[in-house]
């Protein structure tokens, strides 16, 4: 049975917490995540994204820390936390988590509001060494319809392949929530917006999607990370941030996702789900059906 999207209340307060997770130390850093949830619910948000592998860190050194560190999902101790405080607060969250399931781990987000859990998204590019850990995502680009919109998701590298919001947009989503652990890109010149940034930007603009992208700040194990959270409107222009490089912060954007909607449509002649030229990009014009991971 499918199920139909009420159309996006508006406004929605959307949420993105930039952290310093410390790895390997989960009981803190779930700790810290629902103070910061709570800071989030108290100042009016609805929609709250926090970063990549956000209750356990992110530089593994071995498989067995980091199965050591994975959960199943709805059921693992971080997973039933935030499904606590989203029915408490009233709030839907997108956490980024390792997910167990039986030998495998993926690089995942939950999605749970106050109805419970929602579903699962597996990161789908793996960047770095996290191919020594993670299997690659295996259930596509799942688009979940909720009372304010549509939502997906993607995680940090994922970003770089414009297929992922491509396929977001083409099921009809308002909004990516992006979980993100953003390190520092070769030949970063001082003084301009992150390269994360600025494919948030694009990605948003060529697809007439929102975009929340909650990273991470801090240095773990010789490895520094970007901050500069931010949230981008449909149009492609920054809505709120983006955050600082090296602080915690929550940044907040009052967004109508029906802008997305209306975003497509460029001008009287121009929408940019219409003018694709599928018969030139031949099995990229195809969206291939998600398995979405879902209570349901």
Request: aromatic fraction near 8%.
């Amino acid at each position: 049975m499918t199920t139909r999207a009420r159309p996006p209340q508006s406004p929605l307060r959307v949420a993105c917490i930039q952290m310093a997770p410390e790895i390997g130390n989960k009981e803190a850093n779930l700790e810290k995540s629902l103070g910061l949830i709570g800071q989030a619910a108290s100042a009016g948000a609805s929609l709250v994204v926090l970063p990549e592998l956000c209750n356990t860190g992110y530089v593994f050194d071995s498989r067995d820390e980091v199965f050591g560190l994975g959960e199943d999902i709805p059921d693992g101790e971080s997973c039933r936390a935030w499904g606590d405080a989203a029915r408490r607060l009233g709030v839907t969250l997108v956490a980024g988590i390792v997910e167990r399931e039986g030998p495998s781990h993926y690089n995942s987000a939950v999605l749970t509001g106050p109805e419970g859990y929602i579903g699962t998204y597996r990161k789908n590019h793996l960047w770095g060494e996290e191919k020594l850990f993670f299997e690659p995502g295996n259930v596509g680009v799942p688009v979940w319809p909720l009372p304010f919109g549509r939502v997906a998701v993607a995680i940090c590298y994922d970003q770089w392949f414009p297929e992922v919001y491509r396929l977001a947009a083409l099921q009809g989503a308002d909004i990516v929530c992006t979980p993100t652990n953003w390190v520092p890109m070769p030949g970063q010149p001082d003084g301009q917006l992150a390269m994360a940034n600025i494919l948030a930007m694009a990605g948003a603009h060529s697809n007439g999607l929102f975009i929340a992208a909650a990273d991470r700040v801090g240095t773990e194990r010789d490895q520094p990370f970007l901050g500069q959270s931010l949230i981008v409107n449909p149009t492609g222009w920054i809505a709120a941030g983006p955050a600082s490089n090296n602080e915690e912060q929550i940044i907040y954007a009052d967004v109508d996702l029906a802008d997305a909607r209306r975003a497509r449509s460029l001008n009287a002649f121009n929408d940019l789900v219409r003018d694709r030229r599928g018969d030139l990009y031949g099995d990229l014009s195809q969206v291939k059906s998600c398995r979405p991971i879902s209570g349901s």
